[in-house]
């Protein structure tokens, strides 16, 4: 799979279903945390998951501004 599904891929759209799974286990693989194509970073490892959860400072780059 090539670093362009990743860049398609959104996983709350529907007509990506069929790809999902697949899509997933190639980025766990490949590229663990990656930036898919609406700029949302997808953490794909447990222990990555993990580890973002306990930083005691998250870091978001595109933090929404309320006014």
């Keep these: 799979m090539s670093t362009q599904a990743f860049e398609?891929?959104?996983p709350f759209?529907?007509?990506?279903?069929?790809?999902?799974?697949a899509v997933m286990a190639?980025?766990?693989e490949?590229?663990?945390v990656a930036r898919?194509?609406?700029g949302m970073i997808a953490v794909t490892r447990f222990a990555?998951?993990?580890a973002?959860?306990?930083?005691p400072a998250p870091r978001n780059s595109h933090?929404?501004?309320w006014d």
Excluded: G, N
Excluded at 13 to 21: C, F, G, Q, S, Y
Excluded at 52 to 55: G, I, M, P, Q
């Design 26 to 28: 190639d980025m766990r």
């Design 13 to 21: 759209d529907l007509a990506h279903a069929e790809r999902h799974h």
């Design 63 to 65: 933090a929404a501004t």
């Design 30 to 32: 490949r590229c663990p």
């Design 48 to 50: 990555d998951v993990r």
């Design 36 to 38: 898919l194509s609406s």
């Design 8 to 10: 398609d891929f959104d």
């Design 52 to 55: 973002t959860l306990h930083e």
